[in-house]
């Protein structure tokens, strides 16, 4: 992998005389994650290539903590989805001779802008001023995605109470439907109840019917078993 002609060619620097020289930004490439273009890179079999988040940190080499971004395969470069906007940067390009020399490129800044399809770095001469100016930009960076959490946070609420709505409303009319077939079920039944219950009540009836019709079998054979008695009176004389 060797420097991208193109991330250099996209650096702009103001020369204007009558302004202050405008900070230096860099546009690098972004595909599938990673970047296709570098401020510096070191081609050799004895180089040492890396992309890296850059802290204060006085018991680190140099003064600084650093959160390395994994290195790419193939066309890529470094691998930066979790590169944010603010984060002060270090591009690292070294290359050891065979006598043990040491060649060391550095690149600092920190990160302006990112979308899926690029990063912006706003060069710095050194890490200090890296760290320093990104301060301010990291601010302003949480600050928008604190606001876009929260109206993330209230989308989802939103969606959250739409979706209890939703499910209030399916089980009251789930209970109207249970409770119209219900109330259909007790109206085709009714009919069938009241003649049941006459047919109870008829059949009662019967009952009591059989029962004193028997009572009065019983007194008609008893009295038919009695002696039968002829009254004389005067008339039949």
Request: hydrophobic share 40%.
């Amino acid at each position: 992998m060797g420097t991208s002609s193109a991330a250099v060619a996209e650096v702009s620097d103001a020369t204007n005389p009558a302004e202050a020289p405008s900070p230096t930004l860099l546009t690098c490439k972004v595909q599938n994650g990673a970047l296709v273009e570098s401020p510096i890179w070191e081609n050799h079999a004895r180089g040492k290539n890396w992309l890296a988040v850059i802290r204060a940190d006085p018991l680190k080499p140099g003064g600084l903590g650093r959160e390395w971004m994994p290195h790419a395969r193939g066309d890529y470069f470094y691998v930066v989805r979790d590169l944010r906007v603010g984060d002060p940067i270090e591009f690292g390009a070294d290359y050891v001779t065979g006598s043990g020399r040491k060649h060391a490129k550095r690149w600092y800044g920190f990160v302006r802008e990112k979308t899926e399809e690029v990063v912006v770095f706003e060069h710095c001469e050194t890490p200090t001023d890296a760290i320093e100016a990104a301060k301010p930009v990291r601010a302003a960076a949480a600050a928008i995605e604190a606001q876009q959490a929260r109206e993330a946070r209230e989308r989802a609420d939103a969606a959250h109470a739409q979706w209890l709505k939703e499910q209030d409303e399916r089980r009251a009319r789930e209970k109207a439907e249970r409770e119209r077939r219900k109330a259909d079920r007790l109206a085709a039944a009714e009919p069938a109840a009241k003649r049941a219950k006459r047919i109870a009540t008829l059949e009662k009836r019967r009952e009591t019917l059989l029962a004193s019709l028997a009572k009065v079998q019983q007194e008609l054979e008893a009295e038919r078993g009695a002696p039968v008695t002829t009254e004389v009176t005067d008339e039949a004389v």
